[in-house]
């Protein structure tokens, strides 16, 4: 092994390493800043087993069975919940409406 795929092999490993302690923690991060830098950001979370989604690492992510209907209303195994507002996040900025820092405004 040359020594460029010794290095690429330790980054990833190191990379693997950090993503399987993310996985532990009892939460996911909410802030995307708290989310791993470098080669364990392009790791895909709970990617490590063979577990469908909403068991292992995935189970924090939420359940599986949340539906959302264009009427605005959301069902969890197919029941309606009373609040749909708990099972909905942040709302994600329109890039066009939103200057990003370090990335130059966009040009309508």
């Known amino acids: 092994m040359t020594k460029d795929n010794e290095q690429f092999a330790k980054e990833n490993e190191e990379a693997r390493e950090e993503m399987a302690a993310l996985e532990k923690e009892d939460e996911v991060p909410s802030d ?28 924090k992510l939420g359940p599986a069975s949340v539906e959302h ?21 942040e709302p994600i900025p329109d890039p ?12 309508d």
């Open 32 to 59: 995307l800043a708290e989310w791993p830098d470098g080669r364990a950001k392009n790791l895909t979370f709970g990617s490590a087993g063979d577990e469908p989604y909403g068991e292992g690492a995935t189970a």
């Open 69 to 89: 209907h264009e009427d605005g209303s959301v069902s969890v195994g197919g029941e309606q919940v009373d609040d749909p507002e708990n099972y909905k996040g």
């Open 96 to 107: 066009r409406e939103t200057s990003i820092p370090g990335r130059p405004d966009p040009v």
